[in-house]
């Protein structure tokens, strides 16, 4: 498996399984002198971890981040920071009666037929827990942002489970830390609380969801043309989480549907400062971004591991079936909430890099 590193300039290499003794990541192009400690990445990890409501997972992971590298004196030194988090509750006995058999939905066939072995222990690297370190990383690129440029903020929230979607119009920021769900709208917090109950007790199922990403005050010009397009970048960071199966940047597929005349943003200049009619865009036009917010979005799909009988064959090719037991979400879309923060973070500032190295300052301004 040769491609685990994941950025241009400030990289990521995730590392590690989801039974093994530990995963973790090492970050690399960190700028030097940015001041980090464990306890600044350890809330988004406290965001991401299992067990923390009856709608996830019931795994008990602490998630302790350790700092083994770059850092000296409470700031970074420029060189690798290596990150690692122990696992402490893997139940790998759940897993003994898929030890022969491919859950459906789920990678473990793809990895029998490419590597010619797997790690049936909850999916090994195609696991979600693997997003943990993913997290960590992403805790430092926020250090990263609030040194560099701390006026970027970002915010992601879950905006859909199943075809039950948020209303706009009660959209509360504060709401999204006060419900499992992540959700600015309280009501449909309420709503989504019964649904869950009654898909994860009485259907014994799951279901998808939709997570929305906002990163406001990004300044113009980040990205390029051609191959490291900003919103080629976001997309590839967001269908890179596990479970992503569709991605879309401002408008999205519903671009398809409007006409030249709707889907293009009008521009003006009023008291010195560009205006736009909308942000159809979604923050970036030609690959670069405009100083818009960049919004973003991505569907994920439902929970494979469910309590429901389902037809699959064996490594040795016979015909069978399969109820997967075992600690699983109802709705893994909650969970990605935080690591779609945290790899947003990542790119943001893999591109506030690039773009500083390559033209420092903007080389126009308009007026």
Same mark, same amino acid.
């Given at each position: /498996?040769?491609?685990?590193?994941? $950025?241009?300039?400030?990289?990521?290499?995730?590392?590690?399984?989801?039974?093994?003794?530990?995963?973790?990541?090492?970050?690399?192009?960190?700028?030097?002198?940015?001041?980090?400690?464990?306890?600044?990445?350890? @809330?988004?990890?406290?965001?991401?971890?299992?067990?923390?409501?009856?709608?996830?997972?019931?795994?008990? *992971? !602490?998630?302790?981040?350790?700092?083994?590298?770059?850092?000296?004196?409470?700031?970074?030194?420029?060189?690798?920071?290596?990150?690692?988090?122990?696992?402490? &509750?893997?139940?790998?006995?759940?897993?003994?009666?898929?030890?022969? =058999?491919?859950?459906?939905?789920? +990678?473990?066939?793809?990895?029998?037929?490419?590597?010619?072995? #797997?790690?049936?222990?909850?999916?090994?690297?195609?696991?979600?827990? *693997?997003?943990?370190?993913?997290?960590?990383?992403?805790?430092?690129? /926020?250090?990263?942002?609030?040194?560099?440029?701390? *006026?970027?903020?970002?915010?992601?929230?879950?905006?859909?489970?199943?075809?039950?979607?948020?209303? /706009?119009?009660?959209? &509360?920021?504060?709401?999204?830390?006060?419900?499992?769900?992540?959700?600015?709208?309280?009501?449909?917090?309420?709503?989504?609380?019964?649904?869950?109950?009654?898909?994860?007790?009485? %259907?014994?199922?799951?279901?998808?969801?939709?997570?929305?990403?906002?990163?406001? +005050?990004? @300044?113009? $010009?980040?990205?390029?043309?051609?191959?490291?397009?900003? &919103?080629?970048?976001?997309? !590839?960071?967001?269908?890179?989480?596990?479970?992503?199966?569709?991605?879309?940047?401002? *408008?999205?597929?519903?671009?398809?549907?409007?006409? $030249?005349?709707?889907?293009?943003?009008?521009?003006?200049?009023?008291?010195?400062?560009? =205006?736009?009619?909308?942000?159809?865009?979604?923050?970036?036009?030609?690959?670069?971004?405009?100083?818009? &917010?960049?919004?973003?979005?991505?569907?994920? =799909?439902?929970?494979?591991?469910?309590?429901?009988?389902? #037809?699959?064959?064996? %490594?040795? $090719?016979?015909?069978?079936?399969?109820?997967?037991?075992?600690?699983?979400?109802?709705?893994?879309?909650?969970?990605?909430?935080?690591?779609?923060?945290? /790899?947003?973070?990542?790119?943001?500032?893999?591109?506030?890099?690039?773009?500083?190295?390559?033209?420092?300052?903007?080389?126009?301004?308009?007026?």
């Amino acid at each position: /498996m040769s491609i685990n590193r994941f $950025g241009h300039l400030f990289t990521f290499t995730t590392w590690g399984e989801s039974h093994g003794p530990a995963l973790g990541v090492v970050v690399d192009g960190c700028p030097p002198e940015v001041p980090l400690t464990e306890a600044d990445i350890q @809330p988004y990890l406290d965001a991401r971890k299992p067990g923390k409501s009856k709608h996830e997972t019931q795994r008990k *992971e !602490a998630d302790e981040v350790e700092i083994l590298s770059g850092v000296f004196e409470g700031k970074t030194t420029g060189t690798p920071i290596s990150l690692m988090i122990r696992n402490t &509750d893997q139940r790998s006995k759940d897993y003994g009666d898929i030890a022969q =058999k491919f859950r459906p939905g789920h +990678a473990d066939l793809t990895y029998h037929l490419k590597y010619g072995n #797997r790690d049936y222990r909850g999916g090994g690297r195609s696991s979600a827990r *693997e997003t943990a370190a993913r997290v960590a990383a992403g805790g430092v690129a /926020m250090a990263v942002l609030k040194a560099i440029s701390p *006026e970027i903020k970002i915010t992601a929230y879950l905006s859909q489970i199943g075809s039950d979607k948020i209303d /706009m119009n009660n959209y &509360d920021a504060k709401q999204i830390g006060e419900n499992p769900f992540f959700c600015p709208d309280p009501k449909a917090a309420q709503r989504w609380e019964a649904l869950l109950n009654d898909i994860r007790i009485n %259907q014994n199922d799951s279901i998808g969801a939709v997570v929305e990403i906002t990163a406001s +005050a990004v @300044p113009a $010009g980040l990205g390029a043309p051609i191959y490291a397009k900003l &919103d080629t970048d976001i997309t !590839a960071a967001m269908m890179s989480i596990n479970a992503v199966k569709a991605v879309e940047i401002g *408008e999205g597929m519903n671009a398809a549907t409007l006409r $030249g005349s709707e889907n293009a943003d009008e521009m003006w200049l009023e008291d010195g400062e560009l =205006k736009f009619s909308d942000n159809h865009s979604g923050g970036i036009l030609g690959g670069i971004s405009t100083g818009q &917010d960049i919004v973003t979005r991505f569907a994920v =799909k439902p929970t494979s591991s469910i309590l429901t009988s389902r #037809r699959t064959v064996t %490594q040795s $090719g016979e015909n069978t079936d399969l109820i997967t037991k075992g600690r699983h979400d109802p709705c893994v879309g909650i969970r990605a909430v935080p690591v779609a923060e945290a /790899m947003m973070a990542l790119v943001l500032v893999d591109h506030l890099l690039l773009h500083r190295g390559q033209i420092g300052e903007n080389r126009r301004t308009i007026g």
